[in-house]
Structure formats: structure tokens, C-alpha cells
């Protein structure tokens, strides 16, 4: 069942669909993995569930409520309770996009881990888009139970960790959400090639003057 949407819900379906297309065609996430929302006047629009982001099409999507209630479209993913989670913790922002991808996986595998702070703010780019990261317990794909323990995280973070999983980041717009995404996996690979050596992040202060706003 494809969804009857206003011009502007439309218009956020077809970015959905090119931001998909984006963390598709770059190897951002794989297979059927990863999974897009964003906030319309018709409700959150989400990508469905089983889709691939480099096939989805603006009529396949599904539409949420803030409750992660599914209101119309397509079945949704069976993490847009996630999503939701996140959009009703952070009333500022306006997209959510979560990956598997690959860096930032292999992070939230390490057992050396604080989970108050998974990467360290070796970049300014990092302590200006992501902030502090906190990694978040293992969930079962599709667990529910992940939603309380997100929103509260979200409350004060842009982006969380899932352990064993990937991330989870949200922005004040689509294309916000995915430049921070980038930024978080670019320096997750910086941190496993720097795996071993002496590294000297940007100090508390630099990092927290850099941070991006806790809502
Ligand atoms: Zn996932």
C-alpha cells in the first residue's frame, strides 16, 4: 500500500530516497540494513521494513507516529520504534538515520570500551557534529525494550552506539543527520587505524567547545 502524502510530505519522501540512495551507493550500510526517518506534516515518514536503501522508492515508505505507532504506507522497520525513540527525546531535530556501518560496528564490538564515551574527540569536525558518544547495551534486532534506553540517551547526545550493532544519529535536517553520520564512521576508522599507537585527542576543553547542543 503506498501513502497518500501533501506536497510536503512528498517532498521529504523523495529525500529520503536520495539520501538512501547516498549511504547505499557508498557502502555506508549493507544488504537490507540500515534505516531512514524524518519528521512531515503527514507523520514521520520511515523506510519500510526488509527494503534496501539503494532500491527503496518514495512509495514504499511508512508513516509513524511520535508513539513509533504505525500510521499508514508500508509496514515500517523494525526499528522505527528507535526512531521515534530518538525524534521524541530530541523535539529539535527532524531526521534520524541509522546504518550498520562498518567502522562504527567494529567499535561498538571492542570490549575496552567506556560506555559513557566510545570514540575520543580526535577530530574538531567529531566534537562539532557527534559530540560525546555513549555506547549503548546489546538489544536483539527489533527489541523494543531499546526504546526507553534511547530516549533517555538522546535526551542529551545527537548520536548513540548500539553494542554490537551500529549507529543511531539525529540532525535538525536530513542532510544534517547524514554529515553527522559520515563524521562519526570517518573517525571510528581514524580511532581502529590509530588502534595501538599514542593518540592525543582534542583536549576537554577544545571538545567541549566545539560541542554541539545537548537538545
Ligand atoms: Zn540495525
Redesign the pocket.
Given at each position: 500500500m503506498s501513502i497518500a502524502l501533501t506536497p510536503g510530505g512528498a517532498a521529504g519522501a523523495e529525500e529520503i530516497v536520495a539520501v538512501a540512495r547516498s549511504i547505499f551507493s557508498r557502502s555506508l550500510t549493507h544488504g537490507s540494513?540500515?534505516n531512514i526517518s524524518l519528521r512531515t506534516h503527514d507523520g514521520i515518514l520511515v523506510t519500510p521494513t526488509g527494503s534496501s536503501l539503494g532500491t527503496v522508492e518514495p512509495g514504499d515508505l511508512s508513516l509513524i507516529d511520535e508513539r513509533g505507532a504505525h500510521v499508514g504506507g508500508a509496514r515500517p522497520s523494525k526499528?522505527a520504534f528507535l526512531h521515534a525513540a530518538v525524534l521524541r527525546a530530541r523535539p529539535s531535530a527532524q531526521a534520524v538515520i541509522?546504518t550498520?556501518s562498518t567502522y562504527s560496528a567494529a567499535v561498538s564490538c571492542l570490549d575496552d570500551i567506556d560506555p559513557a564515551s566510545a570514540l575520543p574527540p580526535l577530530t574538531a569536525y567529531f566534537a562539532m557534529r557527534i559530540g560525546r558518544l555513549p555506547l549503548l547495551p546489546y538489544h536483539a534486532?527489533g527489541d523494543d525494550s531499546l526504546g526507553p534506553v534511547a530516549e533517555a540517551a538522546a535526551r542529551d547526545h545527537v548520536a548513540l552506539l548500539?553494542s554490537n550493532?551500529?549507529p543511531v544519529v539525529a540532525g535538525a535536517s536530513l542532510s544534517a543527520a547524514l554529515d553527522a553520520l559520515e563524521e562519526l564512521e570517518e573517525t571510528a576508522k581514524l580511532h581502529l587505524l590509530l588502534h595501538g599507537r599514542s593518540i592525543r585527542p582534542l583536549t576537554p576543553t577544545q571538545a567541549a567547545a566545539l560541542a554541539p547542543p545537548a537538545r
Amino acid at each position: 500500500m503506498s501513502i497518500a502524502l501533501t506536497p510536503g510530505g512528498a517532498a521529504g519522501a523523495e529525500e529520503i530516497v536520495a539520501v538512501a540512495r547516498s549511504i547505499f551507493s557508498r557502502s555506508l550500510t549493507h544488504g537490507s540494513t540500515g534505516n531512514i526517518s524524518l519528521r512531515t506534516h503527514d507523520g514521520i515518514l520511515v523506510t519500510p521494513t526488509g527494503s534496501s536503501l539503494g532500491t527503496v522508492e518514495p512509495g514504499d515508505l511508512s508513516l509513524i507516529d511520535e508513539r513509533g505507532a504505525h500510521v499508514g504506507g508500508a509496514r515500517p522497520s523494525k526499528e522505527a520504534f528507535l526512531h521515534a525513540a530518538v525524534l521524541r527525546a530530541r523535539p529539535s531535530a527532524q531526521a534520524v538515520i541509522h546504518t550498520h556501518s562498518t567502522y562504527s560496528a567494529a567499535v561498538s564490538c571492542l570490549d575496552d570500551i567506556d560506555p559513557a564515551s566510545a570514540l575520543p574527540p580526535l577530530t574538531a569536525y567529531f566534537a562539532m557534529r557527534i559530540g560525546r558518544l555513549p555506547l549503548l547495551p546489546y538489544h536483539a534486532p527489533g527489541d523494543d525494550s531499546l526504546g526507553p534506553v534511547a530516549e533517555a540517551a538522546a535526551r542529551d547526545h545527537v548520536a548513540l552506539l548500539l553494542s554490537n550493532h551500529g549507529p543511531v544519529v539525529a540532525g535538525a535536517s536530513l542532510s544534517a543527520a547524514l554529515d553527522a553520520l559520515e563524521e562519526l564512521e570517518e573517525t571510528a576508522k581514524l580511532h581502529l587505524l590509530l588502534h595501538g599507537r599514542s593518540i592525543r585527542p582534542l583536549t576537554p576543553t577544545q571538545a567541549a567547545a566545539l560541542a554541539p547542543p545537548a537538545r
